[in-house]
């Protein structure tokens, strides 16, 4: 239903903040409360335990299988070269690689999300000067990914430290990657273009978030000792904090319990537990530190500053952070393509008009005014 809004005083809700569009089985964020369910369970019960396989299944509600889904074409290959001679942002890349619809959106789902973690990692390797390595069908998502990565069968630790990260941030309510993929498929388009949108919504830094700048300035601490002075430098200086404070959470967010968690069992499986001390010791002068320099904002760590040590951790550059995140959202993203494909309406939200009024062209010229008319 159309309706002409001539009322300039409005309200509008810049950013959809607080907008319900849509309903949901997927996910549920509560940031007051500091809660993020995943298709029914608290994110620790599901993160720490599932394979990526099965939280996946849970959202899409199907079987899945990913290993038939991996090689890429010959001709994605090259262009992944050729983009890779160019130094392409990986993000762009990684939408470069996109097939193709199938018309089936179950098959453009699972192909998307089979082929995500091949073109990152030929991409990696690429644009480093190495051979792209085939994907492996006796590896789940999680192991396949570091293999291509590296040449080497991963441990078994260093899989479940990526499979709880890919798991906890598999999905996370109507996000603006989520929201631009749900909006594209309400238009009756297919879900590789859908993914395609969320890409270049995810790229942007507002929505992708910088994990790496939390790690550095762990890295320039370098021994906890030194964290007040550094931290109380920053803090008189303005300058925030990176790893600390969520738009949505309003308490800690609960994603980086998870992730600390899997840290830690990671690092003490075969890592550099001094470092992990380190990120703790900082964490904690911080928290700190912000209650005592913004009291009453209870800023706490978010997802950010232990994604960056869990990363780290299992040998990522700070460059594969976004793509890594991307290869598990994805399947998020497919998700609530379903969900949208069901609701079967279209997403269109009006907007008020506040510019002139009453202008007139002039012929004479091919020019109109530039004027306001009041």
Same mark, same amino acid.
């Given at each position: ?77 090259? *262009?992944? @070269? $050729?983009?890779? #001679?160019? !130094? %392409? ?11 193709? &619809? ?30 792209p ?40 309510? *109507?996000? @603006? $990657?989520?929201? #631009?993929? !749900? %909006? ?11 993914? &395609? ?10 929505h992708?978030?910088a ?11 370098g ?11 920053k ?31 990671m ?89 002139p ?18």
């Amino acid at each position: 239903m159309w309706r002409y809004i001539d009322d300039m005083d409005t309200m509008v809700n810049q950013g959809l903040e607080g907008v319900v569009a849509a309903k949901t089985t997927l996910s549920m964020v509560d940031g007051e409360r500091g809660e993020l369910i995943i298709a029914g369970y608290p994110v620790a019960e599901l993160a720490l335990n599932a394979t990526f396989e099965e939280t996946v299944a849970l959202l899409w509600n199907d079987s899945v299988d990913f290993a038939s889904r991996r090689a890429l074409p010959q001709s994605t290959l090259e *262009l992944l @070269a $050729s983009a890779a #001679a160019e !130094r %392409v942002n990986a993000m762009d890349a990684l939408r470069m690689s996109l097939r193709g &619809s199938s018309g089936n959106d179950t098959d453009d789902a699972r192909n998307i999300v089979g082929l995500f973690p091949t073109a990152v990692a030929a991409y990696w390797r690429l644009s480093h000067g190495r051979d792209p390595i085939a994907p492996r069908a006796d590896l789940g998502h999680a192991a396949n990914y570091l293999y291509m990565l590296s040449g080497e069968v991963p441990l078994p630790e260093r899989v479940r430290g990526l499979e709880t990260y890919l798991n906890t941030v598999v999905d996370h309510g *109507l996000n @603006a $990657s989520t929201f #631009a993929a !749900r %909006v594209i498929v309400s238009t009756g388009s297919d879900f590789v273009s859908a993914v &395609s949108g969320a890409i270049g919504a995810l790229k942007g830094p507002l929505h992708g978030g910088a994990p790496g700048p939390a790690l550095d300035m762990v890295f320039e601490i370098g021994d906890v000792s030194r964290a007040e002075s550094f931290l109380r430098d920053k803090l008189e200086r303005g300058e925030k904090l990176m790893g600390f404070g969520h738009r949505v959470y309003k308490v800690r967010d609960p994603r980086a319990d998870v992730l600390n968690i899997a840290a830690e069992r990671m690092f003490r499986g075969g890592g550099d537990m001094g470092l992990y001390q380190l990120a703790l010791g900082v964490e904690s002068v911080a928290l700190r530190l912000l209650n005592e320099y913004k009291p009453g904002r209870n800023l706490q760590t978010n997802v950010e500053f232990y994604t960056a040590l869990l990363l780290h951790g299992l040998g990522l550059e700070v460059a594969l952070f976004t793509p890594t995140f991307a290869i598990s959202r994805v399947a998020g993203w497919v998700a609530h393509g379903f969900e949208q494909r069901r609701a079967d309406r279209i997403i269109r939200p009006q907007s008020v008009y506040v510019g002139p009024r009453g202008r007139t062209w002039s012929a004479a010229d091919g020019k109109g005014e530039t004027g306001v008319t009041d």
